[in-house]
T-cell receptor, first 116, second 110 residues
Framework: GAVVSQHPSWVICKSGTSVKIECRSL??????MFWYRQFPKQSLMLMAT?????????EQGVEKDKFLINHASLTLSTLTVTSAHPEDSSFYIC????????????FGPGTRLTVL | DAKTTQPTSMDCAEGRAANLPCNHS???????VYWYRQIHSQGPQYIIH???NNETNEMASLIITEDRKSSTLILPHATLRDTAVYYC???????????FGTGTRLQVFP
């Protein structure tokens, strides 16, 4: 299957700082990438969908000014959590999909964010 | 959006087949059924997907009923490493979004 990586795998930051998480498709070109968030003992919640070269589409209730998404190339998307607060502590997971309507989404290993 | 219903948890003895059911009675004709699993603190792993016909790959088999209102994921010989949360997902229309439900927690025991 296709490989998706995320960096960093975990990060601890102080309240008020910004954190950037990278998502890369290693062996395929990802026309679309997705960002999810997962709180402990809960399911994944879709935050936004990003297509290469265009603005991300955010799900209802997700603040686009707080969670900045950039998808500048076919292999890289970034999620920046701006002015992070303890309630933003979560497991952030990206997925990537190649071209074609039926192409499968492949997920990254996730990034554990802890805001102190 | 088509929703799915899965049992909260299931147990399976190691070496036996694990049959995980999923109901998706409101599925539309062009919507695919996807199965992923998530091992603790990892990203979801793709297992298999299908539209109408039964599908098989090296990991599992997917049986979809003729009316497409339900499906079953079959792990033919479960191992301890198959212990995970299994998600049955109907891809949303033409948006390509995957909306995760609560999934089934499969516990494989020795």
């Amino acid at each position: 299957g296709a490989v998706v990586s995320q960096h960093p795998s975990w990060v601890i930051c102080k309240s008020g700082t910004s954190v950037k998480i990278e998502c890369r498709s290693l062996d395929f070109q990802a026309t679309t990438m997705f960002w999810y968030r997962q709180f402990p003992k809960q399911s994944l919640m879709l935050m936004a969908t990003s297509n290469e070269g265009s603005k991300a589409t955010y799900e209802q209730g997700v603040e686009k000014d707080k969670f900045l998404i950039n998808h500048a190339s076919l292999t890289l998307s970034t999620l920046t959590v701006t002015s992070a607060h303890p309630e933003d502590s979560s497991f952030y997971i990206c997925s990537a999909r190649g071209e074609g309507r039926t192409d499968t989404q492949y997920f990254g290993p996730g990034t554990r964010l802890t805001v102190l | 959006d088509a929703k799915t219903t899965q049992p909260t948890s299931m147990d399976c003895a190691e070496g036996r087949a694990a049959n995980l059911p999923c109901n998706h009675s409101t599925i539309s004709g062009n919507e695919y059924v996807y199965w992923y699993r998530q091992i603790h603190s990892q990203g979801p792993q793709y297992i298999i997907h299908g539209l109408k016909n039964n599908e098989t790959n090296e990991m599992a088999s997917l049986i979809i009923t003729e009316d497409r209102k339900s499906s079953t994921l079959i792990l033919p010989h479960a191992t301890l490493r198959d212990t995970a949360v299994y998600y049955c997902i109907v891809r949303v229309g033409n948006t390509d979004k995957l909306i995760f439900g609560t999934g089934t927690r499969l516990q494989v025991f020795p």
